[in-house]
């Protein structure tokens, strides 16, 4: 069974970083691209970063261009997102999740694109 759990969200002031990461289990993650999505309250779903299987690739949503940093472990079949300069519209619930496959493409910021999601961790940047 397929399971991602994130963590390492928290409260942090506009300015400062954090540091998420996303354990994965139940397959073997170096065949899977893997991503980040976001959602604030009373706004969409948002794609925020995608890493293809091995690392090699990365793709960011133009909103955390330049501040966010994806990487991964495949060693320790874990995901991370540093996020730097943070803002307050960086609230959001970040979700860890698992591509169909093991590249990102131009289409990866489509939820269609992922088949497991983590249940969430919460990220409040306050101003």
């Known amino acids: 069974q397929v399971q991602v759990v994130e963590s390492g969200g928290g409260l942090v002031q506009a300015g400062g970083s954090l540091r998420l990461s996303c354990t994965a289990s139940g397959l073997t993650f170096d065949d899977y691209a893997m991503g980040w999505f976001r959602q604030a309250p009373g706004r969409e779903r948002e794609g925020v970063s995608c890493?293809?299987?091995?690392?090699?690739?990365?793709y960011y949503a133009d909103s955390v261009k330049g501040r966010f940093t994806i990487s991964r472990d495949n060693a320790k079949n874990t995901l991370y997102l540093q996020m730097n300069s943070l803002k307050p519209e960086d609230t959001a619930m970040y979700y860890c999740v698992k591509a169909t496959d093991s590249h990102c493409f131009r289409s990866w910021a489509g939820a269609v694109r992922y088949n497991y999601w983590g249940q969430g961790t919460q990220v409040t940047v306050s101003s």
């Open positions: 890493i293809n299987w091995k690392g090699s690739t990365t």
